[in-house]
């Protein structure tokens, strides 16, 4: 079975720029989560989805910041404008209800 | 503020002895509790999750819960050098909003 696909899995652009994640969830689960991951604060939630409707958003640091789950099997995260300090990992993770989280293999972000 | 706390070492242990990774949890409503594997460069990878006091064994790995303490942990029986990663501990606070702690970096060495 196929797990959780991001992409894409590096992509470097510059400040201010808009950028946009991807994030294909495995088949059957019904709930998605995006982390981000740096070394200063390790896994942090920014938001996750049930059944594609968004269910805690406070993880979401800015109002640059905005994620999508516009069915069972796609979502985004977008940075609008990008800053260098967004620069990070980000992993989507997705699972069945209350289940343990299977994760994607993340997206390395750098904005110059 | 929910917290996730880990030693975040590095821990290192020579081939074949048993490693113990310790975390510990703030919100005693806490449900669900998980060990992840992450390798540098890669993604989180679940080895093992425990839901009840008392051990849950899988293999070499054997996870341990006390709720009174709000303290887990795991242990990692005849260690290899491809156990050398870093070991994050996730609490489930209502089955789905997960914390993970900072992680704890593990190195056996030959």
């Known amino acids: 079975d196929a797990g959780v696909i991001q992409s894409p899995r590096h992509e470097v652009t510059e400040m201010g720029q808009e950028v946009t994640l991807r994030c294909k969830p495995i088949?059957?689960?019904?709930?998605l989560f995006w982390y981000r991951q740096t070394m200063m604060r390790g896994l942090e939630l920014l938001i996750y989805?049930?059944?594609?409707?968004?269910?805690?958003d406070s993880g979401m640091p800015e109002d640059r910041f905005s994620a999508k789950m516009p069915n069972a099997s796609f979502s985004t995260l977008k940075i609008q404008p990008s800053e260098p300090r967004d620069s990070a990992v980000y992993f989507c993770?997705?699972?069945?209800?209350?289940?343990?989280?299977?994760f994607g293999d993340g997206t390395r972000l750098s904005i110059l | 503020q929910k917290e996730v706390e880990q030693n975040s070492g590095p821990l290192s242990v020579p081939e074949g002895a048993i490693a113990s990774l310790n975390c510990t949890y703030s919100?005693?409503?806490?449900?669900?509790f998980f060990w992840y594997r992450q390798y540098s460069g890669k993604s989180p990878e679940l080895i093992m999750s425990?839901?009840?006091?008392g051990d849950q064994e899988d293999g070499r790995f054997t996870a341990q819960l006390n709720k009174a303490s709000q303290y887990v942990s795991l242990l990692i029986r005849d260690s290899q050098p491809s156990d050398s990663a870093t070991y994050l501990c996730?609490?489930?606070?209502?089955?789905?909003?997960?914390?993970f702690g900072a992680g704890t970096r593990l190195t056996v060495k030959p």
């Open positions: 993770a997705s699972s069945r209800l209350r289940q343990p989280q299977h």
């Open positions: 088949s059957g689960h019904n709930s």
């Open positions: 989805f049930n059944n594609n409707v968004p269910i805690d």
């Open positions: 919100d005693r409503g806490s449900q669900s």
């Open positions: 425990i839901y009840s006091n």
């Open positions: 996730a609490a489930s606070y209502n089955n789905n909003d997960m914390r």
